[in-house]
């Protein structure tokens, strides 16, 4: 499980390398089912001018097309920032299976940190969870970023 | 403000029946800036075959398009059923002023029920709340919804 996380996580990270060439948060996410990649896509918050262009809800939207359905069952996500709650939300919604998580986000994230959406008794799924894959480059890439932008 | 709250509830009441027409769940929601509206939008989640097609998210898009940015300042959102972690998460992100709520959602509601979103210290924006605005109404036709997929 661990190399064939890390394998899906460095494509997560591939596409926040992309969002970092447009100038966007560098924030990157993939969907798995299968052992296939079926969705991948970057944060485009600048670029689409919309505050709900987050990389796991471009994801999303991407996996519902291609499996032609709302429900994602067993798929997995790999995204390299922990969910804020809109995209912990959009998890729960889309019953995704497994989320897996690079870097935690002590100020934003809705999962681990701050406030636990997957735990809710009363929420309909509660998603799987493992973070700390590929830890370094994924904390690293947005710290650089951040420091890019305060020269 | 409670005949403004009431006459915009409306508004976004009657995107809910159009949800009905289309045998979505009903709920409809209008964003609102300087007592204008200027964005109207339905759930969709069957007919876009999508998790994030919530009223909440759509009225969003259409907003930001609106104003070309992802930033809603000074608009208020109205909408028929407490907002989803999701939906919360969305708001929070495109820091919308203030959030009417006509009926509570004890089940999935992020804002007042399960967890309190808009409280937690951490994120970086918290928007006022008022609920129970035409509260009859907006849960009655959720109830007889339901009640008519049972038959």
Chains 1, 2 share one sequence.
Not at 97 to 110: F, M, N, Q, W, Y
Request: glycine share 4%; proline share 3%; aromatic share 6%.
């Amino acid at each position: 499980m661990k190399n064939v996380d890390e394998k899906f996580m460095n494509l997560a990270y591939l596409q926040a390398q992309k969002a970092l060439l447009e100038d966007e948060v560098p924030v990157g996410c993939v969907i798995v089912k299968d052992n296939q990649v079926i969705a991948r896509a970057y944060n485009k918050r600048e670029s689409k001018k919309s505050s709900i262009a987050h990389a796991e809800i471009l994801a999303i939207q991407k996996a519902c097309k291609k499996l032609n359905s709302w429900r994602l069952i067993d798929c997995t996500l790999y995204v390299t920032l922990e969910p804020c709650p809109m995209c912990a939300g959009a998890i729960i919604l889309s019953r995704i299976d497994r989320v897996v998580i690079g870097a935690l986000d002590p100020k934003g994230g809705a999962i681990v940190s701050n406030v636990q959406l997957f735990d809710q008794k009363n929420f309909n799924h509660h998603p799987k969870v493992t973070y700390g894959v590929k830890n370094n480059e994924c904390s690293s890439i947005l710290t650089n970023y951040f420091k890019s932008k305060r020269k």
